[in-house]
């Protein structure tokens, strides 16, 4: 399958950011897109993350791979908002870094913009938020081996969770356990004047002091 998928994919999938496309962003390469992805996808080519996006698989990926719903997030939010714009965060953004280990049925992507939510073909949900994303701080992660994408830093989930507390995404043991790791592994007083950047001062605080680790 690995060179099938190398030989079979057009030049505009594998070079598109996170290997992902819309039927309009191959059409200056086929004259009807939509069925030539139908048929890559019959073929085992592309996977159809949800109506309307399609994603290549890793070069050496086995029959039958499917992305995580954090790497389908953030692939569909690129190829709506651009490269280095949408950012993974909150929740999404601590999969991701390996700081939650059980899943989450909905992804969150911070973009610039209102987006309605989209729901993945193989289940799940993809949650765009709308905030000043230059103002978060986020770095260059690589995500499921699709690619790089922009992925909230440790100090940025940590003030997302606060702002979220009560969003549901995590039961309250869940959001304790990741907070107590994130305080661990950051400088407080770093976080502290992010937040301060970010208007989010009080959340965290509210979250800090819940924990029991500072007044």
Avoid: C, N
Wanted: net charge positive; hydrophobic share 45%.
């Amino acid at each position: 399958m690995r060179a099938a998928r190398q030989g079979g994919l057009p030049a505009p999938i594998t070079r598109a950011t996170l290997r992902t496309v819309r039927p309009k962003d191959l059409a200056g390469y086929y004259s009807q897109p939509r069925p030539e992805l139908a048929r890559l996808e019959r073929q085992g080519l592309v996977r159809q993350l949800a109506p309307g996006f399609y994603m290549a698989p890793p070069d050496d990926a086995a029959d039958g791979w499917t992305p995580t719903i954090e790497a389908a997030g953030l692939a569909i939010a690129t190829a709506v908002f651009g490269a280095r714009v949408p950012i993974l965060d909150g929740v999404s953004a601590a999969r991701v870094l390996g700081l939650l280990p059980r899943a989450v049925g909905i992804a969150t992507v911070a973009v610039p913009r209102q987006h309605r939510p989209i729901d993945l073909s193989g289940g799940g949900t993809i949650r765009f938020v709308k905030r000043s994303v230059r103002d978060l701080d986020a770095r260059l992660t690589p995500i499921d081996r699709i690619g790089r994408g922009l992925i909230a830093t440790e100090e940025q989930i940590l003030i997302d969770l606060a702002r979220r507390a009560g969003d549901g995404l995590l039961a309250q043991q869940d959001l304790r356990e990741v907070s107590r790791d994130l305080l661990d592994r950051v400088d407080l007083s770093e976080v502290r004047a992010l937040a301060a950047r970010q208007r989010g001062a009080a959340p965290l605080q509210r979250l800090v002091a819940s924990l029991g680790d500072e007044p």
